[in-house]
């Protein structure tokens, strides 16, 4: 257990040791454990979280802004669309400024080519830590989320076990590529067998994919690229089919939807769950429902939704109180 993360920055969790994310695990673990018996865990008294946010969020703003509540601190809800952070203060500003006032500084900004660049830049000027509440490259405390549930269902023993992250169609909007890729770095940490399942349009970004497949062979796990859909969930163990957009392919809107029309059967259903392995349903959650995946899914005996949105919540917790003490 690692016992000094004051001032780190979770920008992605492939900058933190094994030894450190375990930590996070425990601490996340502990902290829902004395949330679920009503005992008080101030760990953040009078510290400040300024969460500036370049795109819109449910579940991350609310779940950061419970925390640093039961932390016993206070969040910011900073927005692009009311501020001058989109117009303006630079990210060596914000990191040189709202550094000063606040105790961390968490930052959504999913802008493809942008985001990643953005956050670092603020970090490199923050003497507080800078915490990724989402960008064009990681979704790091929705991976934290995901591996939590992960260790949950499987009681720590992980090694061996079959994910499928898998690509699924939707039309609401172009979804970043993050929390794939997010997820596959960290899985591929703890010796799970992990699937890429996508279109050949759907590439995740070639570093990033052999990060993978480096943890994977540090870890004893496996990387294993699909791109049939039905033969991701085949014997997994836990399936994660969500939508995310053609980037790699192309950025222009009009074209990356008429790409994914052409995977329009790339739904997650019943038939597809039975070829599973008794498998768990995750998703991060927006879902287009009986597009991406049915309701019968979603709402059925297989999904962890919810326990996975409620993980937000505890491993956020956990990294704040580690790092912004
Ligand atoms: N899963 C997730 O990040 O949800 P929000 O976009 O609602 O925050």
Known sequence: MQTYLAGRD????????????????????????????????????????????????????????????????HAEFIDSRT?????????????EIIGRYCDGIAIRQTDWGLGNKYIRGVAEHSRTPVLNMQCDH????????????????????????????????????I???????????????????????????????????????????????SLEVLDDFDAGFEGADVVYPKSWGPLLTTTDDEEAAKISEKYKDWIADERRMALTRDGM???????????????????GPQSAVYDEAENRLHVQKAVMALTMR
Request: net charge neutral; with cysteine.
């Open 83 to 95: 501020t001058q952070i989109k117009h303006g203060d630079t990210g060596k500003e914000i990191g």
């Open 10 to 73: 979770m920008i992605t969790t492939q900058e933190w040791t094994l030894d450190e994310l375990n930590t996070v695990f425990s601490v996340a673990e502990d902290l829902k454990r004395k949330r679920a018996m009503g005992v008080p865990h101030p760990y953040l008294r009078d510290k400040v979280l300024a969460m500036l946010f370049f795109f819109s969020s449910t579940r991350t703003r609310v779940s950061f802004e419970a925390g640093m509540a039961q932390l016993g601190g």
């Open 175 to 221: 979804k970043p590529i993050s929390a794939p890729q997010s997820l596959m770095l960290l899985a591929t940490r703890f010796g799970m067998n992990v699937r890429l399942t996508r279109p050949p349009e759907f590439e995740l970004m070639p570093e990033y994919m052999d990060q993978a497949r480096e943890n994977a062979y540090k870890s004893g796990g």
């Open 138 to 173: 990681f979704h790091p405390f929705q991976a934290l989320a995901d591996m939590l549930t992960i260790f949950e269902r499987f009681r720590g023993d992980v090694r061996g076990k079959v994910l499928n992250v898998s690509y699924a169609y939707a039309k609401s909007y």
């Open 281 to 299: 349903y995750m998703h991060c959650l927006p879902a287009d429902r009986n597009i991406e995946v049915t309701d019968a899914v979603i709402d």
